[in-house]
């Protein structure tokens, strides 16, 4: 066995890198046919979810596979190599099967014990297998990961330490109010319609939510998910609506849940602020970061501003009363502060004589107030209770995001999204069962290398026992020709006591190199065995293409979903 995994993960990377590394379905079935067609690597399976991406391939070089699938990655992440190289992790043999089973029990989650993740294995396999990329290796390591994960959830409390990142993210949206008191009564939008979307609106449905509406690209999809809604005996009512009216519905939902595979914002800052406002946006002031006055000599020497730039904030301070930057709207109503800023408290005036050069230092004010609000610990920003009323709730659980993340300063909004999950998720306290199934991976991972080691010698004993019952039938053969008076029942005799022979001459010797081919250095037994009685190596490759190609050697891919 020569498995290796190079990935990166919400443990290794931050979410701005892994949300431009994500991988669309298609750029998962050209990564694992490019990582086949690469020299070192002869099969290979990909797992990508919100919060990691990893390629597991079985290699015959560790060091030409790792530069290989380091660059693979990074080629169909669309994200460069010198860049993401160092959030990227490697694990080798036992190790890389160590990870995967700590990820298929909820260990490695963004939220420990959640079981979503066991699912997403599944597809990672079956992508495998669709593909052909999965061989032996892969489908036996990705099985087994899947009955490890179970084992894990059915024999601890590990389920007790997490839950799902739905469940995980709606706790965070209800803060000093459980779940069920805070979803009773609501009306809800999911967006999207894949299996994290319908998992939120099952959950949703099942907090007790009044209403669902389903939006998705597809409209049968979303469609179908309303009727199984409906009929799930939960007493929600659920409908499906056109994207196109997703803008428009804000200002009738409380709850918004999203996780669409979209590569850009599915709601804008703008989308929200409207549907909160009411129309009104020149009523919902924004509060104004408090910052340090710029010193202004040290910008007497800055270059003037573009004159497009200028144009622009002129044109959104007139139509809105507001000034725009870096794509955040601001809404400038509350009284002027000595905080350096020259545009004074009417967005509508503020313009009226003021230069360039001071359009600019509102710029700089603007720039310096978007750097410190972000400074500021997200978990502060987007997770705490906001001491106004919450209007609206958003749940974004997509990579790339979905929801532009500059709402959470717009007041009656509460935003929690992947990056504010990961930080609530540090403090979480760890369950006792934590423990107990790392010791289930530990035993689970000794036991799974034993058993790779073990099936690498058996096409080697496969192949002696062949050339045993070969050498067999070659003596009772030339007993024919010397002794030709034996009958049927006497030569029948004399085969099954030469066989008998040679079975237990064989028995101990070949029980015992599994043994130790099943301990680790045991791959050394094989080799041996095949020197000692001389057999063709040709012969070996040939029993072992012919147990690789029999389906009946395989696991029932049906047990381990």
Same mark, same amino acid.
């Given at each position: ?12 990377? %931050? ?12 750029? #998962? ?60 992790? $490697?694990?080798?043999?036992?190790? @890389?099967?160590?990870?995967?089973? &700590?990820?298929?029990?909820? *260990? ?13 294995? #599944? ?21 087994? /990961? ?15 330490? =997490?839950?799902? *990142? ?46 669902? $509406? ?16 409906? /009929? ?18 804000? @200002? ?39 910052? !340090? ?11 003037? !501003? ?8 002129? @044109? ?105 999950? /990961?930080?609530? &998720? ?54 024919? =020709? ?18 008998? $022979? ?46 690789? @190609? ?6 029932? %891919?049906?047990?381990?979903?």
């Amino acid at each position: 066995m020569s498995l290796l995994v190079v990935g990166l993960s919400h443990r290794s990377a %931050p979410v701005s890198v892994l949300e431009r590394a994500s991988l669309s379905t298609d750029a #998962k079935a050209k990564l694992l046919h490019d990582t086949l067609a690469a020299e070192p690597a002869a099969e290979a399976a990909v797992l990508a979810t919100c919060n990691r991406i990893e390629l597991y391939a079985d290699v015959d070089k560790f060091h030409a596979g790792v530069a290989e699938l380091s660059t693979l990655l990074a080629q169909h992440s669309g994200v460069a190599l010198e860049e993401l190289t160092p959030y990227l992790y $490697v694990h080798y043999e036992d190790r @890389a099967v160590h990870h995967l089973f &700590s990820v298929a029990c909820g *260990l490695d989650s963004m939220v420990v014990g959640e079981g979503q993740i066991l699912g997403q294995i #599944k597809d990672a396999l079956a992508l495998g297998q669709d593909l052909h990329t999965a061989g032996r290796l892969i489908n036996d390591l990705f099985q087994q /990961a899947l009955r490890v994960g179970k084992r894990a959830h059915s024999e601890t409390g590990i389920d007790r330490a =997490g839950q799902s *990142l739905v469940t995980f993210g709606l706790e965070q949206l209800a803060v000093r109010t459980t779940v069920t008191e805070w979803a009773a009564g609501k009306r809800a939008l999911v967006i999207g319609a894949g299996s994290m979307s319908s998992l939120a609106a099952a959950t949703l449905a099942r907090v007790g939510v009044a209403e669902i $509406v389903v939006a998705n690209r597809t409209a049968e999809r979303a469609e179908r998910l309303a009727e199984i809604l409906v /009929a799930s005996g939960t007493g929600v009512r659920a409908s499906a609506l056109p994207m196109a009216e997703v803008a428009d519905e804000l @200002a009738r939902v409380d709850v918004v849940v999203s996780c669409t595979g979209a590569t850009g914002l599915v709601l804008t800052a703008d989308d929200v602020l409207a549907a909160v406002a009411g129309g009104e946006l020149e009523a919902l002031p924004v509060p104004r970061p408090k910052i !340090p006055a710029p010193h202004t000599p040290a910008r007497s020497a800055a270059p003037a !501003p573009d004159a497009e730039v200028v144009a622009r904030l002129a @044109a959104a301070a007139q139509t809105h009363g507001r000034l725009a930057d870096a794509g955040a709207a601001r809404t400038i109503t509350s009284p002027a502060e000595a905080d350096g800023c020259p545009v004074g408290p009417d967005g509508r005036s503020a313009l009226t004589g003021v230069d360039a050069n001071s359009l600019e230092l509102h710029g700089t004010w603007a720039d310096q107030g978007e750097a410190a609000a972000q400074r500021q610990p997200r978990r502060t920003a987007r997770t705490q209770a906001q001491p106004t009323a919450v209007r609206l709730a958003l749940l974004d659980l997509a990579m790339p995001r979905d929801i532009d993340g500059a709402v959470h300063r717009i007041p009656g909004v509460r935003l929690v999204d992947i990056e504010s999950l /990961a930080e609530a &998720s540090a403090d979480a306290p760890m369950a006792a069962d934590v423990d107990a199934v790392r010791t289930i991976v530990a035993q689970e991972v000794a036991a799974f290398g034993a058993a790779q080691r073990a099936a690498h010698i058996t096409p080697t004993v496969v192949a002696l026992r062949a050339m045993a019952a070969e050498v067999v039938a070659m003596e009772v053969a030339r007993l024919d =020709g010397r002794v030709p008076d034996l009958d049927e029942r006497q030569r029948a005799e004399v085969t099954q006591t030469v066989r008998r $022979v040679v079975d237990k001459l064989l028995h101990a010797p070949t029980v015992r190199v599994k043994q130790l081919a099943s301990e680790p250095g045991g791959a050394g037994y094989a080799e041996a065995l095949r020197e000692l009685f001389d057999l063709d190596p040709q012969t070996v490759a040939s029993v072992s293409r012919a147990d690789a @190609a029999d389906p009946m050697n395989d696991d029932d %891919p049906g047990r381990a979903s």
